[in-house]
Each structure stands twice: as structure tokens, then as C-alpha cells.
């Protein structure tokens, strides 16, 4: 079966310190990949995705991440965090070849200290 | 475009209770998807559908919770009796299958506590 694995359950940074969290997914074929965030008492939003080409892509409010094929990964990364960006993240895949079935990782609690 | 809409955003219910959730995707979206999300944990999907027709309920628990989408339009997913552990966020996504490079829109989703 299709799973989605994120590294780390808790991230504890302090401001301005870089990020990066890991995912990992199961699928030997054609995928396309998201990350989402849920800020505390909100619901799911979009951070970025991938479905073809520059395997670097950019999403809203200084995020990024790279798809590395050969490691079936998709890991979020920021330069530079701030305390707004306390939220927790989820990694998601779906494959057209699985039906479109989307998978979510478990997901990573990030606390940016001030 | 409107986006998902779901109702209602808050439900609290005894045990052995039943509940019903609904869910109205984008104009157009072919493929519904509910999802539960217990408290520190992933969304985990329960049902997708395509149109009126269910792809995958593997996960769903049909001794208690089933769904359906008779018009292949909008949703409803019921539990019956409801249980403790079935306190959690119910999700609503739906997609358009006939694009290929596209991500899933999410609803609000409804907060069950089950009590």
C-alpha cells in the first residue's frame, strides 16, 4: 500500500534558525507531491506542490522544497523561520496511476520559540 | 470559485449517538475524499468517490460509518453508533480527475467530540 512518512513528529527552532523536514513516500511511479499547513485552529492549506519539471519548487511565505527521485523525497525547507510559521506541516502524495488516491504523512509539529 | 463547503463546522454528541456530516465540493469535481483527523495525527482518508461511485473504502469502519454521493455531487458521511474514539475532524477535499496536474481542495471540516 501507498504511504507517506515524515522523520520528525516534533520540531522545536528558534527564530531565524533554517528548517528542513523530511518526507518519504512508497509510490514506484508517477507522482505528484504536496506539503500542506495547518496554523492552530485552522484548517488545511496549501504550502506548495510538485507534479513535473524543476524538481526545486517554491511555495508561499519563503518556503521550498526538492524532489529527489532517487530517494523518493520530497523534504520542506526555509531559510529562515519566523514565529508565525508555528504550524504543523503534512507531506501528501497522489498518484494518477493509483486512482488520485492522497496520501498524508503523519505530520511535523513545528514551535518557532520568539 | 466557491471553494468546499461542509456543515456543520462543530458537532459534540453522546456515545451511541449517530451523526451526519455533509459536504458540497467545487462545481465540476469529480472525486470527493473524507478524511478523519484525530488530534496530533495525519488526515487518515476514510471513502473517495468518483462521481456516485466509491474507489477506495478500505479504511473506512462500515460497521459504524458509511457515505454516499447519490447525485455524485455533494456528500454526506454518518456514523452510527458513534464511539469515543471516533472524536476527531472530519475532512472534505474534492479535485478535478480530468486534470492531471492538480492538488485537492479542502473544506473546513467539521470537529466531532464524541463524549
Known amino acids: 500500500a501507498q504511504s507517506v512518512s515524515q522523520h520528525n513528529h516534533h520540531v522545536i527552532l528558534s527564530e531565524a534558525a533554517s528548517l528542513e523536514l523530511g518526507c518519504n513516500y512508497s509510490?514506484?511511479?508517477?507522482?505528484?507531491l504536496f506539503w500542506y499547513v495547518q496554523y492552530p485552529g485552522q484548517h488545511l492549506q496549501l504550502l506548495l506542490k510538485y507534479f513535473s519539471g524543476d524538481p526545486l519548487v517554491k511555495g508561499i511565505k519563503g518556503f521550498e522544497a526538492e524532489f529527489i527521485k532517487s530517494k523518493f523525497s520530497f523534504n520542506l525547507r526555509k531559510p529562515s523561520v519566523q514565529w508565525s510559521d508555528t504550524a504543523e506541516y503534512f507531506c501528501?502524495?497522489?498518484?494518477?496511476?493509483?486512482?488520485?488516491?492522497?496520501?498524508f504523512g503523519a505530520g511535523t509539529i513545528l514551535r518557532v520559540k520568539s | 470559485e466557491a471553494g468546499v463547503a461542509q456543515s456543520p463546522r462543530y458537532k459534540i454528541i453522546e456515545k451511541r449517538q449517530s451523526v451526519a456530516f455533509w459536504c458540497n465540493p467545487i462545481s465540476g469535481h469529480a472525486t470527493l475524499y473524507w478524511y478523519q483527523q484525530i488530534l496530533g495525527q495525519g488526515p487518515k482518508l476514510l471513502i473517495q468517490?468518483?462521481?456516485?461511485?466509491?474507489?477506495?473504502d478500505s479504511q473506512l469502519p462500515k460497521d459504524r460509518f458509511s457515505a454516499e454521493r447519490l447525485k455524485g455531487v455533494d456528500s454526506t458521511l454518518k456514523i452510527q453508533p458513534a464511539k469515543l474514539e471516533d472524536s476527531a475532524v472530519y475532512l472534505c477535499a474534492s479535485i478535478n480527475p480530468g486534470q492531471m496536474n492538480t492538488e485537492a481542495f479542502f473544506g473546513q471540516g467539521t470537529r466531532l467530540t464524541v463524549v
Open positions: 501528501a502524495v497522489n498518484a494518477w496511476e493509483y486512482g488520485n488516491k492522497l496520501v
Open positions: 468517490f468518483q462521481n456516485n461511485g466509491v474507489v477506495d
Open positions: 509510490y514506484g511511479g508517477t507522482v505528484n
